[in-house]
């Protein structure tokens, strides 16, 4: 399998580097940005010191992480602990926003004990308090006006007819003005129990019924059905109902966004077939405001980015499906359909035929093992249509109808002592949300001196929080200082 980047909502992986600039020469300064050049701001370098957020009254976003009417920044960080200890030491960070936008300073550091998650199981060979961003999502599900934390927690493996696997619970850590209340017992999730044994994974947060109410969704692991859990929860993880009537099928879950205003919307289900590099299979599962989800899935095409958003700009959700570059490797299978290959289509939410887009194309002496990668829906002008923002060869494109416009940043020419090539400098997209509260999306980019970052884009350790798509930042930082004392 042919490698490419992967591109994850608002939770992406971190490992801590150097509390420095992101200038490539050492000045703090911005190089290359969107207009060629180098920015007249100085790039602000990530604090020693660590500010607590500002308790808040409660809202309706999932990632208002306090409860101060302000999107906040969920971002997992690796510890450098000891070189002898096998695999990463992991953390949960959350960079915190305000009326000017996310404040590095500002920021709190879980790790699972913090959470009161259960002991990992004996077969792991990492530090004990690691927690997995991957394992994570965050929604509101007492409904208290605080979101909460719901950790996939691994067990040990059982049998539940034909199947034998190793069981995966979601418990929960409540949250509170303050966050989750460090080291309070997390609560295990109360599973049906037709799936209770083995319990379920890829959980994905939503609204699937559009009650306001925050809902889970993921699929069984004893490949029962796929499993929905609404809202709201009691605080002993029961779900207000469940629904198991959708079918099972090997893959993972992409949920559309829950509005963060508050405002009740259904938010559909797209189901993403398994694959080894080679752009898979979607069925879109439609979600309805006092119904929940369709039963009859709808097939869409292949292809293993996606993104939820108001693409065409008439109200309604759409969803894009398109070519995230990754490739099986195996003769013969080096290539995909010309209606797959470097394209997107857009399923537009009323229901009328894909619209098609071309993604862009790397020239020959240019190309490397980034881009096109996944897809993130972005309104950086605030005017209700959102853009597709891609990963490239050599940085962002914000496609927004027929215009396209590049989002260009870059790490240093030197990190950890090395060079690191022209080619492996370029940031890539992470994201968008709107962190101050203006209405318009800010850009998430990252990047990381590390080979998993250029082949997988894994491991980030500078960020960039753009000022819609123009050469200014609205903060950038790297990660080192995140990690609590002494680590």
């Not at 999932?62 to 409860?67: K, L, T, V, W």
């Not at 980034?370 to 005017?383: L, T």
Request: aromatic share 6%; charged share 25%; net charge negative.
């Amino acid at each position: 399998m042919k490698p490419r980047f992967a591109l994850s909502a608002v939770a992406v992986s971190v490992v801590l580097a150097s509390l420095t600039g992101c200038g490539s020469d050492g000045t703090g300064r911005e190089p290359s940005p969107s207009g060629g050049g180098t920015s007249a701001a100085p790039v602000p370098s990530a604090p020693a010191e660590s500010r607590a957020p500002t308790p808040g009254k409660g809202t309706k976003d999932p990632d208002d992480i306090n409860g101060d009417g302000h999107r906040d920044l969920l971002v997992p960080a690796q510890v450098r602990g000891n070189p002898e200890t096998a695999g990463p030491d992991l953390r949960i960070g959350v960079v915190y926003g305000s009326a000017k936008g996310l404040d590095p300073a500002t920021r709190s550091v879980y790790d699972r004990g913090d959470l009161g998650l259960p002991a990992l199981p004996p077969e792991w060979s990492g530090p004990e308090d690691s927690v997995i961003a991957e394992a994570m999502v965050t929604a509101d599900l007492d409904g208290d006006g605080f979101p909460d934390f719901v950790t996939s927690v691994a067990g040990e493996p059982v049998r539940d007819g034909q199947i034998t696997a190793s069981s995966s619970v979601p418990y929960v850590a409540w949250g509170g003005p303050a966050g989750p209340r460090t080291g309070a017992e997390a609560t295990e999730v109360r599973l049906p129990q037709s799936v209770s044994k083995q319990g379920v994974d890829s959980e994905v947060r939503g609204d699937f019924d559009g009650d306001g109410h925050h809902d889970l969704a993921a699929l069984a692991r004893n490949q029962s059905s796929l499993v929905v859990l609404y809202g709201p929860f009691t605080r002993s993880g029961a779900p207000a109902r469940t629904d198991t009537s959708l079918p099972w099928s090997e893959g993972s879950l992409i949920a559309d966004d829950i509005d963060p205003t508050g405002r009740p919307r259904a938010t559909s289900l797209l189901l993403q077939a398994m694959n080894d590099g080679e752009q898979s299979a979607n069925t879109l599962y439609p979600a309805r405001s006092g119904e929940g989800l369709s039963a009859n899935g709808r097939r869409l095409r292949l292809g293993n980015a996606h993104a939820f958003g108001d693409f065409d700009g008439d109200g309604q959700r759409d969803v894009v499906i398109g070519d995230d570059g990754g490739r099986n490797d195996e003769p013969g299978y080096e290539t995909e359909a010309p209606e797959v290959d470097g394209s997107l289509a857009v399923y537009p939410g009323s229901g009328a035929a894909p619209v098609t887009h071309r993604l862009p194309e790397a020239p020959k002496d240019r190309k490397t093992d980034y881009g096109p990668g996944g897809f993130a829906a972005a309104d950086p002008d605030g005017d209700g249509r959102d853009g597709i923002l891609v990963a490239t060869y050599e940085n962002a494109t914000l496609i927004d109808g027929d215009q396209r416009t590049p989002v260009l940043r870059e790490g240093p020419a030197k990190a950890d002592g090395k060079k690191i090539p022209a080619k492996w400098r370029h940031a890539r997209p992470a994201g968008a949300a709107d962190f101050d509260g203006d209405g318009k999306d800010e850009l998430i980019l990252n990047w990381a001196a590390d080979g998993l970052f250029g082949l997988y884009s894994l491991h980030p350790t500078h960020w960039w929080i753009t000022d819609g798509t123009t050469p200014r930042d609205q903060t950038s930082f790297t990660t080192t200082g995140f990690a609590p004392p002494g680590s």
